[in-house]
């Protein structure tokens, strides 16, 4: 669990960087099978969401981590990337509210990014 603290801390960090919106992390080790982490970020346009998704995959292969799986392409409004210990979500802000990941994973833990 604490290499995939390290992994969501730097998702933050990059995510951060290029001024991603409303960056969560919802803790569900102990309520699914699929990931420890949620990451979930809001970007402005489909551009920024792109710089977002760059971002993060350029900061988690310096550190070794290669996504198994990334869905969606450079027009999305919704990127997922699987990184097997985390996922991360990043969304238009339209996509978020319809999709509200935070209220369907309510059981995960919420924990506040400072906390990484």
Known sequence: MEI???MAKTACHALSEKKAEEIR???ISEISPLADYFVIATGTNTN???????????????EGCQPK????NRT?????MDYRDIIIHVFSKEDRLFYDLERIWTDGKKIEVEEL
């Open 4 to 6: 995939s603290r390290k």
């Open 25 to 27: 992390v919802i803790d």
């Open 48 to 62: 920024q969401i792109q710089a977002l998704v760059d971002a993060v995959e350029e900061e988690l292969g310096k």
């Open 69 to 72: 799986q990334i869905e969606g």
């Open 76 to 80: 999305s409004s919704w990127i997922l």
